[in-house]
């Protein structure tokens, strides 16, 4: 079983920085693409940015430069540093894995998928 844990949510006031984890725990051999996506009330789901294991990144429409992604393979964890945040960045941001490979009592599972359970990051004077 694969556990993503975030971090590094809270309030911030416009014009702010902040920077999320997520850190991936578990019998993991490798991860493919590590994410994040967020969610606002009442909208849907939606990306944020994508890493994958070669360090090609992607975003979120008009999310780069504002935000970057990065990830440390030698902990399994990904990091999303926010800047400038707006008030329409206020979001319950999960973190995402996909392309996963676990290795339990001798069996090997892989493209496995997984989500955290959100850290909520609020932009507000």
């Known amino acids: 079983q694969v556990q993503l844990v975030e971090s590094g949510g809270g309030l911030v006031q416009p014009g702010g920085s902040l920077r999320l984890s997520c850190a991936a725990s578990?019998?993991?051999?490798?991860?493919?693409?590590m994410a994040w996506y967020r969610q606002a009330p009442g909208k849907e789901r939606e990306l944020v940015a994508t890493?994958?294991?070669?360090?090609?990144?992607d975003y979120g429409d008009s999310l780069k430069g504002r935000f970057t992604i990065s990830r440390d393979n030698a902990k399994n964890t990904v990091y999303l540093q926010m800047n400038n945040l707006k008030p329409e960045d206020t979001a319950v941001y999960y973190c995402?894995?996909?392309?996963?490979?676990?290795?339990?009592?001798?069996?090997?599972?892989?493209?496995?998928?997984?989500w955290g359970k959100g850290t909520l990051v609020t932009v507000s004077s």
């Open positions: 995402n894995t996909k392309g996963v490979t676990t290795q339990t009592r001798g069996v090997i599972y892989s493209g496995m998928v997984y």
């Open positions: 890493m994958v294991s070669d360090g090609n990144t």
């Open positions: 578990g019998s993991i051999l490798s991860i493919n693409t």
